[in-house]
């Protein structure tokens, strides 16, 4: 045990010592530690402790409200972002943005004044699957516990950042998409919407840096073809033609979008370089000659075979099902393919069986 450990212990041991299991004794009692530890080093530890001690103390009665106002908050949120939502669809974007401002404000405060703030202990985030939790633990050296964020943020900014996309106010947007993308770092669609931010404002520095970035975290084969098209992008504008085909072509093997067509077809008329034969498969020759990769990270890869495991093994179906799913539509593995089957059949059988 390191001092840092050693000494929180202590600071925590002192602080219950006094407890005599009196609700109101014990409230006072943890305020005024709360108080005299304010400035301690470890003070935001031992407050996040703390508070947690208070709501383990809290009489069952008062737990049951507290829990009804905070169900009642989370409800009054959602209900904003569904709100939100049927604007953006709608196409009221300015109306969706007037709506979307004031909640964003509401989480800035409740960010300022430490709410989910990490500490030595614990991280928070967004995440929203279990693969999005070991996709960034393959790539993030964090040995905190990981828990989720009690207000949704992620997608309160992400909401923002859209229709301050719509709105063209596309500096502000970034600001919004950066604070997304920190509740939810493993999300690649909110990277990607950071990157076509980049785009709109023509900084291909800061696209590329995104872009580069958000690499590591493609674990579908939805987002593994995106990818490439927004490499086929940014090949274009650097003037790698046959990069660029390469990439747009690649797209194919992972989606069934027609904009690598149209773009290959563009760098035809527009700058006279004909890739308009390549095939996909010719495609994943110029990617291995050029060094750029066509499949995931290995390390993402790796990441998602030992969650297939783990969650088999502990009888999680859904999520094994939908980590067997993404893995066949990235490989194309008949072993794969195999395993998702006999679980959509498991699963019918259980809601049967229900």
């Keep these: 045990m390191n001092n840092s450990n050693k000494a929180f212990d202590e600071i925590m041991e002192s602080i219950t010592a006094e407890f005599t299991g009196d609700w109101d004794h014990d409230k006072r009692c943890l305020r005024k530690k709360m108080e005299m530890y304010k400035n301690h080093p470890l003070s935001k530890e031992v407050l996040r ?11 069952e ?39 979307i ?14 709410w989910c703030a990490d500490d030595t202990e614990s991280r928070y ?3 929203r699957s279990p693969i999005d939790e070991v996709v960034w633990h393959a790539h993030n050296n964090e040995s905190r516990d990981i828990r989720q964020a009690t207000e949704p943020f992620d997608r309160v900014y992400f909401m923002l950042g859209s229709c301050l996309f719509e709105a063209g106010r596309h500096e502000e947007a970034l600001v919004a998409c950066s604070k997304a993308v920190r509740w939810n770092p493993a999300d690649v669609g909110l990277r990607f919407e950071l990157a076509e931010n980049y785009k709109r404002l023509r900084d291909m520095d800061g696209y590329a840096r995104v872009v580069q970035e958000l690499y590591p975290y493609v674990a579908s084969a939805d ?36 904009l690598p067509l149209s773009e290959v077809m563009y760098i035809k008329m527009q700058y006279g370089q004909d890739y308009t ?36 093994r502990h009888g999680d179906l859904q999520t094994t099902l939908q980590v067997a799913v993404e ?28």
Excluded at 83 to 99: H, P, Q
Excluded at 226 to 248: D, P
């Design 61 to 99: 009665e008062l737990r049951s409200e507290l829990e009804q106002t905070m169900d009642n908050h989370r409800s009054a949120t959602e209900s904003t972002l569904s709100e939100v939502s049927y604007n953006i669809k709608a196409g009221n974007s300015a109306k969706a943005l007037a709506i």
């Design 125 to 127: 985030f967004n995440f």
């Design 101 to 114: 401002e004031p909640l964003a404000r509401k989480m800035d405060d409740l960010l300022a004044s430490g």
């Design 277 to 312: 034969d390549m095939t996909p498969q010719a495609a994943i020759g110029v990617l291995e000659e050029i060094g750029d990769p066509l499949l995931i990270d290995n390390a993402t890869f790796k990441a998602l075979n030992q969650l297939l495991g783990t969650s088999f």
């Design 327 to 354: 893995l066949y539509n990235l490989t194309r593995n008949e072993e794969y393919e195999k395993l998702a089957r006999s679980l959509v059949d498991a699963l019918e059988n259980v809601e049967k069986e229900g």
């Design 223 to 258: 987002e593994l073809g995106h990818y490439h098209r927004a490499m086929g992008y940014l090949c274009v504008e650097l003037g790698s033609f046959r990069s660029a085909a390469a990439h747009l072509m690649a797209s194919l093997l992972f989606d069934n979008s027609s």
């Design 49 to 59: 402790a703390c508070g947690r001690l208070m709501w383990e103390m809290v009489p």
